[in-house]
């Protein structure tokens, strides 16, 4: 499944700031977290990739007052600012891969006027007709209208940089694998927002389906496996 077909050259990893959350929606099931407030991390991925300028997810972005003042949304720096402190502008930017559609994590994609962007077919479909219990999770001015390129499965979608699902939060979540000259980075979206979720098995609280959400925390530890002397680090969404 993975040919030599290249690496990225760098990574470097951004912010948008911080929105709380209670702790029950990041992990399911384990009673210690339910009731805290948790200052959950927006720490988008930047990737340099042959010719390819790349976002992994794009943050909480402009939310309305109320959604701000309910999620206490806060921006010590936000995603543009983050970019610019690199020397980076929005321009630059040729490809938005989106780990899901949910509000923290497309709520810049309209500022990325030159990409092209990358989301699970599944994903986008289930994005213009959630389940109830799961519609208040896409924020539609941050997606409507954008022209989405979908990928079905696994995919290399720039030298060393792949996506592969992890579904289960959202029915078509995906994570992103990166592979640099020295070690194998995984920024894994919301499957494993924290790192106790990949290292305890202990499912996101916010489900779609919860028996594959297990089932994608299972495979965050194989990922990479392909290249066993590099190694491997992970990038946790709100961590």
């Excluded at 694998?177 to 609280?205: F, H, W």
């Amino acid at each position: 499944m993975h040919g030599d077909t290249g690496t990225a050259k760098k990574i470097k990893l951004l912010s948008d700031g911080t929105f709380t959350i209670d702790g029950g929606m990041l992990v399911y099931g384990v009673p210690r977290y339910y009731g805290v407030k948790f200052q959950a991390k927006l720490q988008p991925l930047y990737i340099e990739s042959g010719e390819e300028r790349i976002i992994v997810d794009t943050g909480v972005g402009d939310l309305t007052e109320d959604l701000r003042r309910i999620y206490d949304v806060k921006k010590d720096i936000s995603l543009p600012d983050s970019l610019g402190s690199s020397g980076i502008s929005p321009e630059d930017i040729t490809m938005v891969i989106n780990t899901h559609l949910h509000f923290d994590h497309t709520g810049y994609n309209r500022l990325f006027q030159n990409a092209r962007f990358i989301s699970q077919e599944e994903e986008i479909a289930y994005s213009r007709s959630p389940d109830r219990f799961q519609k208040g999770g896409y924020y539609i001015p941050s997606i409507a209208g954008i022209e989405f390129d979908a990928v079905t499965g696994e995919k290399e979608v720039a030298p060393g940089v792949t996506v592969i699902p992890t579904p289960g939060h959202t029915p078509g979540h995906q994570s992103v694998m990166v592979e640099l000259d020295e070690q194998i980075v995984i920024y894994t979206g919301d499957v494993s927002p924290l790192a106790v979720n990949r290292e305890k098995k202990y499912i996101v609280g916010i489900l779609h389906n919860p028996v594959q959400a297990l089932s994608s925390l299972n495979k965050l530890d194989r990922m990479g496996s392909h290249r066993p002397r590099k190694s491997k680090r992970f990038i946790y969404s709100h961590e």
